[in-house]
């Protein structure tokens, strides 16, 4: 065998992820890794028991991630991540529940389910690749695809204009609202650690490549996207929600855009449905 | 490190040091961590892993353990660690 310096040693997060899965599915310079990789130091660094955790996604590429953390988790349909997940907030309101899914997942076939989520302030943490297509089957114009770009649907560019998913979520009700790019590791992980401790439904993007399915149809190597990550983004916490767009000619705005207080769905509907029942301690208290 | 004025209390800060670990098998070559390292400790080997990518290798001393290349690496192919005793 050859020499090894690293034998004996163990990567950090090798306790999160079901190592016997690895190598996973992603291509060679996917950032859906890396995402990943945040979320499990996110998850760590919060020192939350892991059996206090679930985490579930839906298809896609980016709905795998579900399949490689190494706690209780659901690979659920597509675009359904959102509704299983609320399932379990409602039963088990104790329970960290993490959404890890993609653009197309959670806001074409979801998109439903997301904005219904976000009104009812359910408390998820909502993270979403979004790297603008459908990777997982070849690369289809999706809901953030940026106008003029191509997919194997557009051929001659998109026509139309894609969603701004952090004002979409905004509108619809979330509590907790970022962007960030998988290139802002650091940020992102600290992001969705303050996402999982806190109550509410919150919503994090991250931009990530698709070198195969996007970057290929738009002259745009693993590594020229993760340039524009770094030259052609501002970092501006608070930012107005409406100016948002991702189109990196201008700059995309990244950051913490919302965190407010809110009563969330389980807590509202256990206070108004599920009141304590009357013992003879709390009516002697009366 | 070069400064451009040398601060009044660099004699008395203990600069982290690290030691970064791959594990080459696990590497698909996206190249992530030798562009993003701050202190450039990384480069491309000329040998292939058992997937047929090269892997990155170590070619200074300057690792401050800042475990950047370990967030961003999508493969859990590479982790930093202290090193003492320099
Ligand atoms: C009901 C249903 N419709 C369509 C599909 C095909 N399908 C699989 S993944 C996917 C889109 C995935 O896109 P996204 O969520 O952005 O994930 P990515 O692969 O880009 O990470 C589609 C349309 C399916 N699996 N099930
Ligand atoms: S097809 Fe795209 S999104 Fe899917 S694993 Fe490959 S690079 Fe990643
Ligand atoms: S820990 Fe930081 S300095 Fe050391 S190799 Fe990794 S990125 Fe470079
Ligand atoms: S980031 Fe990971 S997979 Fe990419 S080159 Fe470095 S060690 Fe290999």
Not at chain 1, 83 to 108: E, H, Q, T, Y
């Amino acid at each position: 065998m050859k020499h090894d310096e690293t034998a004996g040693m163990a990567h950090p997060l090798e306790d999160l992820v079901r190592m016997d899965r690895i190598p996973h599915i992603w291509c060679p310079g996917c950032g859906i890794g890396s995402v990943f990789t945040s979320c499990l130091t996110a998850v760590k660094q919060t020192n939350i028991p892991y059996n206090q955790f679930t985490m579930v996604s839906g298809i896609g590429c980016s709905g795998r991630g579900a399949g490689y953390i190494n706690i209780d988790s659901f690979h659920t349909t597509h675009g359904r991540a959102i509704p299983f997940a609320s399932g379990i907030k409602m039963a088990r309101p104790d329970l960290n529940v993490i959404v890890f899914s993609g653009d197309g997942d959670l806001f074409a076939i979801g998109g439903n389910h997301f904005i219904h989520a976000a009104r009812r302030n359910m408390d998820l943490t909502v993270i979403c690749v979004n790297n603008l297509t459908y990777g997982m089957t070849g690369g289809q114009v999706a809901a953030t695809t940026p106008f003029k770009a191509r997919s194997s649907t557009t051929a001659l560019g998109n026509p139309d204009t894609p969603f701004n998913l952090p004002l979409l979520a905004y509108a619809s009700g979330a509590t907790y609202v970022a962007r960030w790019t998988m290139l802002h590791a650091r940020d992102l992980a600290d992001c969705i650690q303050e996402a999982i401790l806190r109550r509410g439904f919150s919503f994090i993007e991250v931009l990530s490549p698709c070198p195969i399915n996007y970057g290929r149809r738009n002259r745009e190597k693993t590594l020229e996207t993760l340039k524009k990550y770094h030259d052609n983004t501002i970092v501006k916490n608070g930012a107005s929600p409406t100016e948002l767009e991702v189109d990196f000619n201008k700059g995309v705005i990244l950051g913490k855009f919302i965190d407010i207080e809110k009563p969330t769905c389980d807590e509202v509907y256990r206070r108004m449905y599920r009141p304590p029942e009357e013992t003879t301690e709390n009516r002697k208290s009366r | 490190m070069k400064y451009w004025r040398v601060p009044l209390d660099s004699g008395e800060i203990q600069i982290t040091r690290g030691r970064v670990h791959i594990i080459e098998d696990r590497c698909k070559g996206c190249g992530y961590c030798i562009e993003y390292c701050p202190r450039e400790v990384l480069e491309f080997s000329k040998k292939f892993n058992a997937k047929g990518y090269h892997p990155p290798q170590v070619k200074n001393e300057d690792c401050l353990n800042c475990h950047y290349c370990e967030l961003l690496c999508p493969e859990f192919a590479i982790y930093s660690e202290a090193a003492f005793g320099q």
